[in-house]
């Protein structure tokens, strides 16, 4: 998605190398396209219809399916894949090691405004 040239309009637009936008409803990720055929695109050994997007064949509890990946799609990505790895990075802080100061400034960022305050 070098430049707004390559952005593509739909699923039918899709070559192979190409990049989709992946969901489930367990994760989302980003997929590069192996393969393509009149009716389906294939990405990382999955079947998905290029009228939909959705993987074929359904499964019954898990729904899976692609999109064209839009630079809104791929930010939004981006933030997400952000703030796991900043949150994973905040779990391992250890605090017996910070210093009083490094607590308070933790402290005061972390505060919810007190509802009580404007009564």
């Known amino acids: ?15 192979p190398g190409d990049k989709v ?16 055929t009149p009716t389906l695109i294939i990405c990382n050994n999955t079947k ?8 074929t064949p359904a499964e019954r509890y898990n729904y899976s ?8 799609l791929l930010n939004q990505h981006q933030q997400k894949v952000m703030r796991a790895n900043l949150v994973r990075q905040f779990k391992e802080i250890q605090p017996d090691r ?21 009564i």
């Open 1 to 15: 998605m070098e430049n707004n040239n390559d952005i593509k309009q739909s699923l039918y637009d899709i070559q």
């Open 21 to 36: 936008y992946f969901r489930s409803n367990y994760f989302s990720t980003i997929y590069t396209v192996d393969r393509v």
């Open 48 to 55: 998905f219809r290029k009228s939909d997007g959705n993987k």
């Open 65 to 72: 399916s692609i999109e064209v990946l839009t630079p809104e």
């Open 98 to 118: 910070l210093t009083n100061e490094q607590l308070q400034q933790i402290i005061q960022i972390t505060q919810l405004p007190n509802s009580d305050e404007n």
